[in-house]
Structures are given as C-alpha cells and as structure tokens.
C-alpha cells in the first residue's frame, strides 16, 4: 500500500492486488486500474468520515494514518473493495437495479449514482476491534491542532 499525503488515504498498488486476479486486464490498462485502486479508497474513507461525527475525523484520519494497528484493517477493507467492485460492477450506475431489496422500496436515482462500499466492507470497518473503534458514533472529545499535519507528519 501507499499513503498519499495531499489526500491523507492509503490506496492499494497493483502490487497488493496479486491474489484478486490480473486487475489491469480487468480494467483494460495499468493506468484505469491505478485510477480505480484510488476511486476505492476514496470511497472507503468517505464511507468511515460520513458514518461518524464530524469532530471525530481529525483523530480517524491520524490513527489511520500511523497506527500499525489499522494498516491491516484498511488494507482488508480496500481488498474487499475492490473485490465488491470487480464482481459486482456495483458502482457501475448502470448497472445498479435501482431496488432497495434489503428494505423494500426503491433508492433514489441520486443515491445510486453515490459509490457504494460492499457489505464486506461494512463488515471489516465495524468489526475493525483494536482500542478505537473506526465507526463510532460518539463524541471522542479529543481535538488535533491545525499543525497535526507537520506535528505529526501525515
């Protein structure tokens, strides 16, 4: 994996993606996969920062950033990603039916053009363990400097 400084998100190289399969082959060229490994990323991270509070996002994002303990965690979840994207198409607008089957009803055109994280996703965030729980709903109370960045070099 490689951590992108300007975006604060970890994405996932070709390198990381061996044992999914040949993904270049399954999007056409080394450049569309690269593109799509930093799609998913961006679409997990903005899964976690949408599913909590605001005030939290500085301390998510720094513990993401350089806790050891949930490097493997995003690295699972990035993988799951990928997968959900390869298999699916999910997050191919024109591909999605548009129902909501789990709830009954039908999703908003608007809401089906949002890229969407697989449930395993869902799954490996909220069951991520460790001593900070990535989804949680509450206020941690703790507020990070704007010099965080340079403090903590991330």
């Known amino acids: 994996m490689i951590y992108d400084?300007?975006?604060?998100?970890?994405?996932?190289?070709?390198?990381?993606?061996?044992?999914?399969?040949?993904?270049?082959?399954?999007?056409?060229?080394?450049?569309?996969?690269?593109?799509?490994?930093?799609?998913?990323?961006k679409t997990v991270y903005l899964y976690i920062y949408n599913r909590i509070p605001r005030q939290n996002k500085d301390v998510i994002e720094l513990t993401l950033?350089?806790?050891?303990?949930?490097?493997?965690?995003?690295?699972?979840?990035?993988?799951?990603?990928?997968?959900?994207?390869?298999?699916?198409?999910?997050n191919e607008v024109n591909k999605q039916t548009g129902?909501?089957?789990?709830?009954?009803?039908?999703?908003?055109?608007?809401?089906?053009?949002?890229r969407q994280v697989g449930v395993e996703v869902e799954q490996i965030l909220e069951n991520a363990g460790s001593e900070l729980n990535l989804l949680y709903g509450g206020d941690f109370g703790v507020r990070l400097d704007d010099d965080r960045y340079t403090k903590y070099d991330y």
Do not use: C, M
Not at 99 to 114: D, T, W, Y
């Open 65 to 90: 950033a350089k806790d050891q303990r949930y490097t493997s965690i995003i690295k699972e979840a990035l993988i799951a990603q990928l997968e959900y994207d390869l298999a699916s198409g999910g």
């Open 5 to 41: 400084k300007t975006t604060h998100r970890w994405s996932l190289q070709l390198t990381d993606t061996e044992d999914v399969g040949n993904i270049v082959a399954e999007y056409g060229s080394v450049e569309t996969a690269e593109r799509a490994l930093k799609a998913q990323s």
């Open 99 to 114: 129902i909501n089957f789990a709830g009954g009803g039908v999703i908003p055109r608007s809401l089906q053009k949002e």
